[in-house]
Nanobody, 118 residues
Framework: VQLQASGGGSVQPGGSLRLSCTASRSLNSINEMGWYRQAPGKQRELVAVFGSGGSTNYSDSVKGRFTISRDNAKNTVYLQMNSLKSEDTSVYYC?????????????WGQGTLVTVSS
C-alpha cells in the first residue's frame, strides 16, 4: 500500500488542523491505519489509529481534542486536531498495517509537519 499524507501547517495554540491520509487500496483491506507523531529528539508515538473491526485507539495526551475518522469511498483517514497545544508540535506520520500470511507489512507515509506556536 502507498500512503499520501497532507494537511500539516502552522497554527496558534487553541487552533485546529485536519490531516488527511489517502491509501492506494481499500481501507477494508488494511488491518490497522492511523497516525503517529515524532518530535525532535523523541521517539515516534501513537496518536490515533483505527484497528481491526473499526475500533479506535487514542493516546491519552490527545483524547478529547483529536478525532480520527475515515471515508471508505475515498480510501482516506482523517485526523481532526482541535485545541492544539505547543506540545503537539511534531512531524505526523500516517501508518498502515496489512496482514500478509503469518506476518504484517507496515507502511509509513511521508511526514507532515504540524507547528503550534504563538
Amino acid at each position: 500500500v502507498q500512503l499520501q499524507a497532507s494537511g500539516g501547517g502552522s497554527v496558534q495554540p487553541g487552533g485546529s488542523l485536519r490531516l488527511s491520509c489517502t491509501a492506494s487500496r481499500s481501507l477494508n483491506s488494511i488491518n490497522e491505519m492511523g497516525w503517529y507523531r515524532q518530535a525532535p529528539g523523541k521517539q515516534r508515538e501513537l496518536v490515533a489509529v483505527f484497528g481491526s473491526g473499526g475500533s479506535t485507539n487514542y493516546s491519552d495526551s490527545v483524547k478529547g481534542r483529536f478525532t480520527i475518522s475515515r471515508d471508505n469511498a475515498k480510501n482516506t483517514v482523517y485526523l481532526q486536531m482541535n485545541s492544539l497545544k505547543s506540545e503537539d508540535t511534531s512531524v505526523y506520520y500516517c501508518k498502515a498495517d496489512v496482514l500478509r500470511g503469518a506476518g504484517t507489512v507496515r507502511t509509513w507515509g511521508q511526514g507532515t509537519l504540524v507547528t503550534v506556536s504563538s
